[in-house]
């Protein structure tokens, strides 16, 4: 099977460009996470959607940044308009659902690494 | 808020050397679970282990063991024998059971950059 699927693998934009990233989870995946990397803080979690409906975004930074989740295959993260601060590793990840389950762990994408100038 | 502290920013070793990893983690939920991924130089995260808050078992895989200890929040790693691919950044990381069965966010800590050398 497939694993998660993203793209780009890397982007360079401009500042003040708009940045779409996308994701394709796992196949059967109900729980879809946006994280961000950088040296300074880690990885952190942007939003994270169950069943196609955002359950928590209080990680996504500023207004310039939104996600969407159309249907349960395609997943966007949209930086509008990009800055250089915005620079980093941004990871997609799926989980499998819990029907009343513990959590499981989650499977992450090979990143889009996204550079503004 | 549950918090993961991974006190060791970069640990080096020499291959076949023994080498532990530490992860310290603060929640205040009674269920919840602990997780270790492997970042290596190509970037990717891997999913390594994960333990949930009643099971206070050490698991063996391989080279791989975790030794989990409630009484001071500790999920520590280590690797027996390291090896030069072994090399890579470990994140340790928790995960509190979400309400309603979904599935819930993971906090992680900051990483350790393991460098074994030849």
């Known amino acids: 099977d497939a694993g998660v699927i993203q793209s780009p693998r890397h982007e360079v934009t401009e500042m003040g460009q708009e940045v779409t990233l996308r994701c394709k989870p796992i196949s059967g995946h109900n729980s879809l996470f946006w994280y961000r990397q950088t040296m300074m803080r880690g990885l952190e979690l942007l939003i994270y959607f169950n069943n196609n409906v955002p359950i928590d975004d209080s990680g996504m930074p500023e207004d310039r940044f939104s996600a969407k989740m159309p249907n349960a295959s395609f997943s966007t993260l949209k930086i509008q308009p990009s800055e250089p601060r915005d620079s980093a590793v941004y990871f997609c990840a799926s989980s499998p659902p819990t029907s009343g389950r513990p959590a499981l762990e989650q499977y992450f994408g090979p990143g889009t690494r996204l550079t503004v100038t | ?118």
Not at chain 2, 2 to 16: D, F, H, N, P, W
Not at chain 2, 42 to 71: A, C, H, M, P, T
């Open chain 2, 1 to 118: 808020a549950q918090k993961v502290t991974q006190a060791q920013t970069e640990i080096s070793v020499v291959e076949k050397e023994d080498v532990t990893l530490d992860c310290v983690y603060e929640t205040r939920d009674t269920t919840y679970y602990l997780f270790w991924y492997k970042q290596p130089p190509s970037g990717e995260l891997v999913f390594l282990i994960r333990r949930n808050s009643f099971d206070e078992q050490n698991e063996i895989s391989g080279r791989y063991s975790w030794n989990f200890q409630k009484s001071t929040s500790s999920f520590n790693f280590t690797i027996t024998a390291s090896q030069v691919v072994d090399s890579a950044v470990y994140f340790c990381a928790l995960s509190e059971v979400g309400g309603g069965g979904s599935n819930y966010k993971l906090t992680f800590g900051k990483g350790t950059l393991l460098t074994v050398n030849p």
